[in-house]
């Protein structure tokens, strides 16, 4: 079945530092892909999204590759700041059902 | 005003009680979906309602039970509250044709002890 796999948190960094998380998946067929984060006490956020291969999603910095080679959707900044502290997560839309299927998030925390 | 609230907020309840969690939303959404949200597991998806008369379970129904008694609105209720129900409850949507775009509420902390 359907599956997403991210690295494991938490990911401490100082800032200003470069930022990689790594999210792998398995999939049927060619889904899109989308990270979202959550920021402390609040819901989630669609941060971007990819829905072809070679296409990259960017928002607020961040960049994410939709490579179908490796099957991976790796999230970068360039330069994190105190403010990108959150949990992100990795998602996959599943067309059997219409629905996401979710890794398990990657908290990340920025010291300035 | 927030496009998707949640009440209430945070819920301490004991063993047993019957509990409901509401969600509303402003974004004229067709589709709505609770999930559960524990730490290190990711979001798990509860149920889901493609509109008003068409509910679906998720991958972890038992024990839930859900209402959709409009477009905008979508209740989950736990019947009888038991202590590993204790987690983060979030409410969604989305549009019909942008599934993966989904729009979340500021979640329900639920207790039970």
């Known amino acids: 079945g359907n599956s997403v796999t991210q690295m494991e948190g938490p990911v401490t960094l100082s800032e200003e530092a470069f930022l990689t998380i790594n999210c792998t998946y398995t999939a049927t067929g060619y889904p899109s892909l989308f990270w979202y984060v959550q920021y402390p006490g609040e819901g989630l956020q669609l941060l971007l999204k990819a829905t072809k291969a070679d296409d990259k999603g960017s928002n607020k910095g961040f960049e994410a590759t939709y490579r179908k080679e490796t099957t991976s959707f790796h999230l970068e900044k360039g330069s994190v700041q105190v403010s990108d502290s959150a949990v992100y997560f990795c998602?996959?839309?599943?067309?059997?059902?219409?629905?996401?299927?979710w890794g398990a998030g990657t908290k990340l925390i920025i010291k300035p | 005003d927030a496009d998707v609230t949640q009440t209430p907020r945070n819920r301490i309840t004991k063993t047993g009680k019957r509990i409901m969690l509401e969600c509303s939303q402003t974004?004229?959404?067709?589709?709505m979906y609770w999930y559960r949200q524990d730490p290190g597991l990711g979001l798990r998806l509860i149920y889901y309602?493609?509109?008003?008369?068409?509910?679906n379970k998720g991958e972890i129904s038992d024990g839930y039970s859900v209402s959709r008694q409009a477009q905008a609105k979508f209740s989950l209720s736990l019947e009888s509250a038991i202590p590993n129900q204790t987690a983060l409850y979030f409410c969604a949507t989305s549009d019909p044709d942008k599934y993966g775009e989904q729009y979340f509420g500021p979640g329900t902390r639920l207790t039970v002890t």
């Open positions: 998602a996959l839309s599943d067309y059997s059902n219409y629905q996401l299927i």
């Open positions: 974004k004229g959404h067709d589709r």
């Open positions: 309602s493609f509109d008003v008369k068409d509910i």
